[in-house]
């Protein structure tokens, strides 16, 4: 499936730093809500091959993961399958508006609970350290690797720590967007979607 041309989003960098970023959410929003579920869950496997690839020859041994909303791509068979394989899998807590994500042992099946943004975390607060490899799911991203999200700034604050996790963005291509960065923005390590992997 390809994007209709008047839903490709290049905003460029003209006018204040941050007065784009509230309608460009609202486009790559509607962008991600346009795709069908066939085009979905076919992307959706693809990323997942390109994961799997990444994790064996980065030789990852921990993995924080995100449990899908708003349209984000679904990766629940890949966690079922890395489950399976003996990954341990986290999930992300929110702890309080100006602090880090905590992470929660998780495991597909486990028993779930809405926190109060309305976002799934385990009902067991089992926190473990930082993992070793964190996905992150990208509203929207520039080829130099950074990541558009929903505005918290929760995962800008958790790569703040050291020593920092390596980070995999997750996105589709058609979310691919130009858009202002700011000195305190960090890049991911790369990108993945159902084309391949940017790396830098």
């Not at 489950?83 to 880090?100: C, F, N, Q």
């Not at 975390?121 to 990541?147: I, M, Q, S, Y």
Request: with cysteine; charged share 25%; net charge neutral.
């Amino acid at each position: 499936m390809s994007v209709p041309s008047d839903k490709k989003t290049n905003t460029g960098t003209t006018g204040s730093q941050e007065d784009i970023k509230p309608a460009l959410r609202r486009s790559l929003l509607d962008i991600r809500r346009s795709l069908d579920d066939a085009t979905r869950a076919d992307w959706d496997k693809k990323i997942s091959a390109h994961i799997t690839h990444h994790l064996h020859i980065h030789a990852i041994s921990s993995l924080g993961v995100y449990f899908s909303t708003r349209n984000e791509p679904d990766l629940m068979e890949l966690y079922v399958a890395l489950s399976e394989k003996g990954m341990p899998l986290s999930l992300p807590v929110v702890m309080g508006k100006a602090s880090p994500l905590q992470f929660a042992r998780w495991k597909p099946g486990d028993p779930m609970t809405r926190d109060s943004f309305g976002i799934s975390t385990p009902k067991a607060r089992e926190f473990v350290p930082l993992p070793e490899a964190l996905l992150v799911p990208c509203l929207g991203f520039t080829p130099e690797r950074f990541r558009l999200g929903y505005g918290g700034g929760y995962f800008d604050r958790t790569l703040e720590q050291t020593p920092r996790p390596h980070t995999i963005g997750i996105a589709y291509t058609c979310l691919k967007a130009d858009f202002p960065v700011q000195e305190y923005d960090i890049p991911m390590d790369c990108i993945i979607t159902e084309t391949g992997t940017i790396q830098g």
